[in-house]
């Protein structure tokens, strides 16, 4: 059977069919990664791992001849795609399965910033409602203008599922996309236009920081943006002085820079909403990318394929 390296956790049901086709080993700490590669390294066929995890320079370095390594998880910002086309390691994800869900999460926060629920629970559980009186009224999501940032596979399920509140809806991507919304070639004139900027783009260098202070500046005091894609697509020093100054009215965050920190001034605010980073939470969409992630490996495993490779593993 070829050997497994398994990085970061696994479900029970994942683990089931890997351990029926492989031979598993798992990855304990990283700092003692060099010493147990030195003996088991040359043995490792494929690597199951995350988009967290993803596949470290020591584990392409300690394992040369490593074949394929499958990610749970559509973001694939934490593997290095150009050292493993240039060793020849296949690269596969699990785009689709999991829009469903991450659209869900981005209107459930639209919905609590609008709605301010987070607020609303608090005056109901605190006791308040009885003390205080009625909670202030808050603000309809229908009929607004919003910006989507990346209308790939997940930015277009969530234009969908907002038709409900009737909104117009921008976007921002490098290229034109034959859709039903309007184009906009430039980032800051699209947040200026809208009252809601919904970022859902790919980490990585091309977008780093994306999302910079005349962005957020450019939403305005009534404006929110919510972050679903990855913690560096906003400057989040920029985003937090855009909060506390007033510049920028609201903020939806699923995604931080350095997860799984938050930073202190990001919990302090109440005009902040947090997650931490469940867009594809739960177990129906998680046992899906499960799935996926192993048919890859089995699929490689047959015949040296892999069923959703990333975009530039394709042609190996
Ligand atoms: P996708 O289908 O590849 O779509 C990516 C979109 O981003 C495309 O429309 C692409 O259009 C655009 N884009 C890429 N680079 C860009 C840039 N530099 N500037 C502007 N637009 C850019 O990917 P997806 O399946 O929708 O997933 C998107 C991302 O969501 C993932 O990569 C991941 O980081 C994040 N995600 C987060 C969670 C969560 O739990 N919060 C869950 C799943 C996914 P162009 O190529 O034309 O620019
Ligand atoms: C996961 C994600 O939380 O798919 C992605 O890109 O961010 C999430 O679905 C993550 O990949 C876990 O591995």
């Not at 859709?179 to 009252?195: G, I, K």
């Not at 697509?233 to 510049?247: H, P, T």
Request: with cysteine; aromatic share 4%; charged share 20%.
């Amino acid at each position: 059977m070829p050997d497994l390296l398994v990085i970061g956790g696994i479900t029970d049901t994942m683990h089931a069919r890997l351990e029926a086709e492989f031979t598993l080993h798992f990855m304990k700490d990283i700092a003692d990664f060099d010493a147990w590669a030195a003996e088991h390294g040359s043995k490792i066929d494929a690597v199951a791992t995350n988009g967290h995890d993803g596949v470290p320079a020591k584990v392409l370095d300690g394992c040369p001849n490593l074949k394929v390594a499958s990610a749970y998880g559509v973001g694939y910002d934490a593997i290095d795609t150009d050292a493993c086309v240039a060793r020849g390691v296949k690269v596969s994800h699990t785009p689709g399965v999991l829009n469903a869900e991450v659209a869900n999460t981005t209107l459930m926060l639209l919905l609590t910033l609008y709605r301010n629920f987070r607020a609303d629970e608090h005056h109901a559980r605190s006791g308040a409602w009885q003390t205080k009186g009625n909670a202030p009224l808050s603000h309809s999501p229908d009929n607004r203008v919003i910006g989507i940032l990346g209308m790939g596979r997940i930015g277009q399920e969530i234009a969908e599922r907002l038709q409900i509140f009737n909104p117009t809806i921008l976007y921002h991507t490098r290229t034109k996309k034959e859709l039903p919304y309007e184009y906009c070639a430039d980032l800051t004139e699209m947040a200026a236009r809208s009252d809601v900027l919904i970022c859902i783009t790919p980490g990585g260098p091309s977008t780093e920081k994306i999302v910079n202070a005349p962005v957020l500046e450019a939403l305005g005091p009534d404006g929110m943006v919510i972050n679903v894609a990855r913690g560096s697509v906003i400057d989040e020093a920029a985003l937090i002085e855009a909060l506390q100054s007033g510049k920028l009215g609201k903020a939806g965050l699923d995604v931080f820079e350095k997860e799984p920190q938050i930073p202190n001034a990001l919990k302090e605010m109440e005009n902040v909403v947090l997650l931490p980073h469940v867009g594809s939470a739960t177990h129906e969409t998680r046992a899906a990318m499960g799935k996926l992630t192993v048919d890859n490996l089995l699929q490689w495993k047959k015949d040296g394929t892999v069923l959703t490779p990333v975009p530039e593993c394709a042609h190996l």
